[in-house]
């Protein structure tokens, strides 16, 4: 639905379009932008859907505004409807969030990186397909394909089982096990099973408790048990407001979220065709537009593979090492306060020792 004013923009522009008027130039902006402010009121809603009726029920509800929003777009050949149906699309963008989520909590944890990224490119192959087919197929041929996506997409979904992290947490616990055994593959009463059903409950004793450990290692903060608590319930708010990292976590999020989407990517893909039209009129704007589409999968690819193999902990180094570098290169390492004209004054030595120092103390090496 996000890549699908590429293909069509042009048409709904014209004398000869399909719908009822040609759209002008303040139409075209709301074409391009509605799913987006639909997103922006819909995401919070099945965020708190995700808590309440689970990531499985959760998936199914934000695949029902697709579904619903192609079939108005096949009905009806009104400017306003097909806005309202682009609005109404955009509230299944909530599933870019909740999918993350439930995979991340179905998956062992050598695996969960991989398959958390897989979401990202199963993202980008859908806008991949969307201006292969925009771009080969007729208007209504191409709506009725995507209203059996819509709808294949509803009916599958449903033969999955809920996250286990989501069935602990309301107190379902062999409905848990059931769910850990069928994406592991096990018998619910396995040593596998028990293990993780454990690990589930200290994280949830961990988050009900509000408890925060001292400064150590990873690997003891897993294996610390959580000592009982007296204390009643803590909300997620206010767990968020008590816990550092939690704040920590939410504000790096957010930058990157918020930067992802302020660098103009989403207005690239809304209106690719278009703006290949006018950037490379020697080319295809269909094939300019698959050629963008193969090379976000393509990066999405590269990159979880090379988390994968090198870890996160490498590429942040990396940029520390990338960074400290520069300002070593701008710094005389022989400079002392007896070279400063100024009495008095402190200088800092860019050597790798204060760098291993820098990187020790905030992200300490041992894990």
């Known amino acids: 639905m996000y890549a699908w004013p590429?293909?069509?923009?042009?048409?709904?522009?014209?004398?000869?379009?399909?719908?009822?008027?040609?759209?002008?130039?303040?139409?075209?902006?709301?074409?391009g932008s509605l799913s987006s402010v639909g997103a922006l009121v819909g995401t919070p809603l099945f965020g708190y859907l995700s808590d309440s009726i689970g990531r499985k029920y959760s998936c199914i509800a934000a695949g029902i505004p697709f579904l619903v929003a192609w079939s108005m777009i096949a009905t009806f050949r009104q400017v306003e409807v097909v806005l309202v149906a682009l609005f109404i699309a955009g509230f299944g963008a909530a599933t870019g969030f909740i999918s993350p989520v439930f995979v991340?909590?179905?998956?062992?944890?050598?695996?969960?990186?991989?398959?958390?990224?897989?979401?990202?490119?199963?993202?980008?192959?859908?806008?991949?397909?969307?201006?292969?087919?925009?771009?080969?197929?007729?208007?209504?041929?191409?709506?009725?394909?995507?209203?059996?996506?819509?709808?294949?997409?509803?009916?599958?979904?449903?033969?999955?089982?809920?996250?286990?992290?989501?069935?602990?947490?309301?107190?379902?616990?062999?409905?848990?096990?059931?769910?850990?055994?069928?994406?592991?593959?096990?018998?619910?009463?396995?040593?596998?099973?028990?293990?993780?059903?454990?690990?589930?409950?200290?994280?949830?004793?961990l988050e009900s408790c509000g408890q925060t450990f001292p400064d150590s290692s990873e690997e003891a903060k897993l294996n610390q048990t959580p000592q009982p608590s007296n204390d009643e319930y803590v909300s997620p708010l206010r767990y968020l407001l008590k816990s550092q990292s939690s704040r920590r976590a939410l504000a790096v999020c957010l930058m990157m979220i918020t930067a992802a989407n302020l660098m103009g990517m989403v207005v690239v893909l809304v209106y690719a065709e278009p703006i290949f039209e006018d950037a490379v009129p020697s080319m295809p704007a269909t094939l300019c537009t698959i050629m963008l589409a193969v090379v976000m999968i393509v990066a999405t690819v590269a990159s979880a593979s090379l988390v994968n193999?090198?870890?996160?902990?490498?590429?942040?180094?990396?940029?520390?090492?990338?960074?400290?570098?520069?300002?070593?290169?701008?710094?005389?390492?022989?400079?002392?306060?007896?070279?400063?004209?100024?009495p008095g004054r402190s200088v800092t030595v860019v050597t790798e020792e204060n760098v291993r120092k820098i990187e020790n103390l905030y992200w300490p090496t041992k894990e």
């Open 6 to 31: 590429s293909s069509i923009v042009n048409n709904f522009k014209s004398n000869e379009t399909v719908l009822s008027h040609a759209m002008g130039p303040y139409e075209v902006a709301l074409f």
């Open 309 to 342: 193999r090198a870890g996160r902990k490498f590429f942040r180094n990396l940029r520390l090492r990338i960074r400290w570098s520069k300002n070593a290169r701008l710094t005389n390492r022989q400079e002392s306060c007896e070279d400063d004209p100024r």
């Open 104 to 205: 991340s909590e179905i998956c062992q944890d050598s695996l969960r990186g991989v398959m958390t990224i897989s979401t990202v490119i199963f993202y980008n192959s859908g806008i991949l397909l969307s201006y292969l087919l925009g771009g080969h197929l007729s208007y209504y041929c191409f709506v009725y394909v995507q209203i059996i996506i819509s709808a294949l997409y509803i009916i599958l979904a449903n033969f999955l089982k809920d996250s286990p992290v989501h069935l602990m947490n309301k107190g379902r616990e062999s409905e848990a096990a059931t769910s850990i055994a069928f994406y592991r593959s096990v018998a619910p009463d396995s040593k596998e099973v028990l293990e993780e059903l454990d690990n589930i409950k200290k994280t949830l004793n």
